[in-house]
């Protein structure tokens, strides 16, 4: 899972990609619902926290998730593959998106685990997987999502200069694009259990309300 490249690539650089998408079939294996289908009252969140088979899996285990999928997102490179995506030179995060039921949990909610379940002072790596499409990183779709992200990162922030890390590097960004990765990569631990995840945190908890807010 060690990429290639550890410095970010510039557009004029970046691979040209493809005009078709990679198509996804069957549903999930955990939800059993398609992945591509429209989620109605739903929302989403994307975030990247290196290797996106063990955040696919931190995540579809939380209440109130209905569907997860893992992607390629932030960069430049339209439908990249999986391969390209590890040269480092499309630009894109691996990432999770995660379709939530707002009645049911809420973005800090979400938000908290994020930070828990992995590293954000480390750049463009994730523990022993090196490059850049291993960043940290939280795309919003909404501004009230931003705010929530931003916010969260402060009060992270705080707490783990308390224990002596290092700067926050995550990238807090509008979502672009979710390029669906292969077939093979979706729910990948839960079709191989004894699979690679090289998902950990930093011990820190995260000081961001839990659950959902009273209406």
């Known amino acids: 899972m060690l990429g290639k490249k550890s410095a970010m690539v510039e557009e004029k650089d970046a691979l040209a990609g493809r005009g078709t998408n990679l198509a996804v079939s069957g549903s999930h294996a955990i939800f059993k619902t398609k992945l591509d289908q429209e989620f109605k009252g739903m929302e989403m969140l994307q975030v990247g926290m290196g290797c996106f088979w063990g955040a696919e899996k931190k ?30 030179m499309t630009g894109h995060s691996e990432v999770v998106r995660i379709v939530f039921d707002p009645t049911k949990t809420s973005v800090s909610s979400l938000l908290k685990v994020f930070w828990e379940s992995h590293n954000p002072t480390q750049g463009n790596r994730q523990g022993n997987d090196v490059g850049s499409q291993y960043r940290s990183a939280i795309y919003y779709y909404s501004e009230e999502q931003k705010e929530q992200a931003v916010a969260s990162k402060k009060m992270y922030q705080e707490r783990l200069t308390a224990k002596d890390y290092g700067k926050i590097t995550t990238e807090i960004l509008p979502s672009k694009t979710f390029y669906f990765a292969e077939d093979y990569h979706q729910q990948y631990l839960k079709k191989n259990p004894r699979g690679y995840c090289g998902l950990g945190g930093t011990g820190v908890s995260c000081p961001v309300s839990f659950g959902v807010s009273a209406e």
């Open 59 to 88: 995540f579809w285990t939380v209440d109130g998730v209905v569907s997860t999928a893992v992607g390629y997102s932030g960069g430049y490179t339209p439908n990249p593959s999986y391969e390209e995506v590890c040269s480092g």
